[in-house]
């Protein structure tokens, strides 16, 4: 499986990124291996897709990323997960 994911820093910032590993993934960026978020933590999954096609959910990541106009679709679908209370002090991925 392939997956497209964002997720919120603590500034309420939003990430998109792509992996085959969801959760080794999202673990990497909990521990701050990633530069742009290692100062923005914690973090947490907001939304993720998954897809059979490593083609497919490159070609989604880039829509993501390139088009503000399918990012803003997607934020008004997940709105109601944006809104909800974010910061947990012991939360871990």
Known sequence: MFYIYVIKDRYN???IGY????KKRLQRHARGYTAYLKRRRPVKLIYYEAYLSKRDARAREKSL???GSVFS???QRI???LRGEYF???QRL
């Open 73 to 75: 679709g997607l934020k």
């Open 13 to 15: 910032k939003l990430y």
């Open 88 to 90: 947990y002090k012991n």
């Open 19 to 22: 992996t085959s590993d969801l």
């Open 79 to 81: 709105q109601d997960s």
């Open 65 to 67: 990323k390139n088009y």
